[in-house]
T-cell receptor, first 110, second 114 residues
Framework: SQQGEEDPQALSIQEGENATMNCSYK?????LQWYRQNSGRGLVHLILIRSNEREKHSGRLRVTLDTSKKSSSLLITASRAADTASYFC??????????FGAGTTVTVRA | EAGVAQSPRYKIIEKRQSVAFWCNPISGHATLYWYQQILGQGPKLLIQFQNNGVVDDSQLPKDRFSAERLKGVDSTLKIQPAKLEDSAVYLC????????????FGPGTRLLVL
């Protein structure tokens, strides 16, 4: 099954800065989702973007999708210490199979 | 609205022993998923149920793993016998629709096989 690949694997930023992470995938998708996982906890759904959408916003989050390049990016603006977590992209194929990438670990320094 | 419940939260067993995990999804959610998350990796789908039927179990190691969802509500995942490489977090998730829309995850069960 296809799997998104996040880049970079790890990211360290100062509080207040923006954080950007990318996800690339191999085959056509129905939608792409981003999840956050805090240390030792379950995953929390952040945002879903469909294949016919190019950009979505949710609070301090901005997601873009470029289906021609088979890639997506997640931007977190004005980062806070509470944003320290692992972020995963999950691709949903046209037959609704979901695959997660390995994730980007984000550390926000005070 | 209560979230996805899982138990136990932690389990330590020796290899070749058996273990079972339980999941209760959000009320009314027809679709239930079990994932295995090995340290440093993303979750890997083991099995997906739609009500009490299996939709996808292509990545479930069927020689040792089994899962059931009786009455289309809660579910159990069993490993028998366990191997060292089964050490992981087992996550349960549910969604209201069957088309891989937003999934709601439980806190997971952390399994250590010695």
């Amino acid at each position: 099954s296809q799997q998104g690949e996040e880049d970079p694997q790890a990211l360290s930023i100062q509080e207040g800065e923006n954080a950007t992470m990318n996800c690339s995938y191999k085959t056509s998708i129905n939608n792409l989702q981003w999840y956050r996982q805090n240390s030792g906890r379950g995953l929390v759904h952040l945002i879903l973007i469909r294949s016919n959408e190019r950009e979505k916003h949710s609070g301090r989050l901005r997601v873009t999708l470029d289906t021609s390049k088979k890639s997506s990016s997640l931007l977190i603006t004005a980062s806070r210490a509470a944003d320290t977590a692992s972020y995963f992209c999950a691709t949903v194929s046209n037959d609704y199979k979901l695959s997660f990438g390995a994730g980007t670990t984000v550390t926000v320094r005070a | 609205e209560a979230g996805v419940a899982q138990s136990p939260r932690y389990k330590i067993i020796e290899k070749r022993q058996s273990v079972a995990f339980w999941c209760n999804p959000i009320s009314g959610h027809a679709t239930l998923y079990w994932y295995q998350q090995i340290l440093g990796q993303g979750p890997k789908l083991l099995i997906q149920f739609q009500n009490n039927g299996v939709v996808d179990d292509s990545q479930l190691p069927k020689d040792r793993f089994s899962a059931e969802r009786l009455k289309g509500v809660d579910s159990t995942l069993k490993i028998q016998p366990a191997k060292l490489e089964d050490s992981a977090v087992y996550l349960c998730a549910s969604s209201s629709a069957g088309k891989a829309e937003t999934q709601y995850f439980g806190p997971g069960t952390r399994l250590l096989v010695l």
